[in-house]
Each structure stands twice: as structure tokens, then as C-alpha cells.
């Protein structure tokens, strides 16, 4: 069965901290690794991840993925309130027909606190 | 431009009684569609996803069906709801041909069975 599993589930931090959150996934047919950002309702994308050791950057927010070890982690540094969000990390996998699937984690909350 | 619509975006109903949630899809053809159920304190399930018309794959067993009588339109539906399925429900779409990463939410459904 695919998962993917976040941590930690929750983390309260102040602002200015850099936080770093976590995402292993155990997935057959992988193709990408992805991360979105989800303040009330729907999630908007981050990133996509492919390849084992490129950094993705985006202002204060970078990821990178390790194929080996299977995760991948965010980091978010100078953290601000507006960073407040439950942060999704979904692996997208081939399945039959051709087809893609996206199997999502449980979130982390982060709550950043002025 | 493309939009994505959700109805209605809240529901409160009894143990028991029916469900339909509707999502249409506007300005793309074709487009692969997708249900995800977001439970509390819990990340995105991917519940059931379509490649066309009458196409309806399911993830997981439940008392829930989903149905796509037209090419832009996905029903969720139960005919008799439990208190577990309690949730926010996410309807998404992504082009037919492009990376499945690319999905697009829509604004979503809280529901609550009481």
C-alpha cells in the first residue's frame, strides 16, 4: 500500500525561527514528490521534486529530495506569521491506464507565533 | 480560464440520510477529476479519480460512490452517511497529458453528519 508519512504533525514556533519539516514516503511507480501550502481550504503547490539532491528554492522556503532514503524535507527560514499553514506533502504515482495519482500525508500543522 | 466549482460549501446532515456533492469543471475539456477527503487533523485522501466519462476508479472501500455523467462533471455521492465521514471534501481537476502534480482545487465542501 502507498503512504507517505509527515513530522512532526504539529510545531509551534516564533517568528524568525527557521523550521525544517519531514516527509518518507513508501510508494511503487514513483514520479514526483510535491509539496503544498494550505491555509483554510484548498492547497496551492509549492514544489516538485524529481531528482535525488537538487535543491528547490523559493524565497525563504527550499526542498530537497533524497530517492535513496525515500523523503524529502522543507525547510523555512526567517519564519513569519503568514508561514501559519498545514504544510501537504503528496508523492505522485503512475497507476494503470497511464494514469497519474497524487497519495498525500496527514499534514503538518506549523503555527508561527510574532 | 479555467474554474473549478464546488456545491454547496457547507453541509450539515443526519446519520443516515443521502449525500450528493457536485464539482463542474469550466473552460477545459477533458479533464481528469479527482475527490479527496480531508478528515480532521488528518491530510488529503484521495477517495476516487476519473479518466473520462462513466470512468470512476475508487482508492478506498466505503460507503461512498462517485459518478461522472458528464465529461466536466464528478457527483460524490452516499446513500446513507456515517459520522465518520465527516470531512472536507475536495474536488480537483488536471489536464489530461500534463504532470498530475498540476491539479487544481476546488474551494470544497465541509460536511458534518450528526
Known amino acids: 500500500e502507498d503512504k507517505v508519512v509527515q513530522s512532526p504533525l504539529s510545531l509551534v514556533v516564533h517568528e524568525g525561527d527557521t523550521v525544517t519539516l519531514n516527509c518518507s514516503y513508501e510508494v511503487t511507480n514513483f514520479r514526483s514528490l510535491l509539496w503544498y501550502k494550505q491555509e483554510k481550504k484548498a492547497p496551492t503547490f509549492l514544489f516538485m521534486l524529481?531528482?535525488?539532491?537538487i535543491e528547490k528554492k523559493s524565497g525563504r522556503l527550499s526542498s530537497i529530495l533524497d530517492k535513496k532514503e525515500l523523503f524529502s524535507i522543507l525547510n523555512i527560514t526567517a519564519t513569519q506569521t503568514g508561514d501559519s499553514a498545514v504544510y501537504l506533502c503528496?508523492?505522485?504515482?503512475?497507476?494503470?491506464?497511464?494514469?497519474?495519482?497524487?497519495?498525500f500525508g496527514k499534514g503538518t500543522k506549523l503555527t508561527v507565533n510574532p | 480560464s479555467q474554474t473549478i466549482h464546488q456545491w454547496p460549501a457547507t453541509l450539515v446532515q443526519p446519520v443516515g440520510s443521502p449525500l450528493s456533492l457536485e464539482c463542474t469543471v469550466e473552460?477545459?475539456?477533458?479533464?481528469?477529476l479527482y475527490w479527496y477527503r480531508q478528515a480532521a487533523g488528518r491530510g488529503l485522501q484521495l477517495l476516487f479519480y476519473s479518466v473520462g466519462i462513466g470512468q470512476i476508479s475508487s482508492e478506498v472501500p466505503q460507503n461512498l460512490s462517485a459518478s461522472r455523467p458528464q465529461d466536466r462533471q464528478f457527483i460524490l455521492s452516499s446513500k446513507k452517511l456515517l459520522l465518520s465521514d465527516s470531512g472536507f471534501y475536495l474536488c480537483?481537476?488536471?489536464?489530461?497529458?500534463?504532470?498530475?502534480?498540476?491539479?487544481?482545487f476546488g474551494p470544497g465542501t465541509r460536511l458534518t453528519v450528526t
Open positions: 524529481t531528482s535525488s539532491g
Open positions: 480537483a481537476w488536471s489536464t489530461r497529458g500534463r504532470p498530475t502534480y498540476e491539479q487544481y
Open positions: 503528496a508523492v505522485e504515482a503512475h497507476v494503470w491506464g497511464g494514469s497519474e495519482k497524487l497519495v
Open positions: 473552460g477545459t475539456s477533458n479533464p481528469n
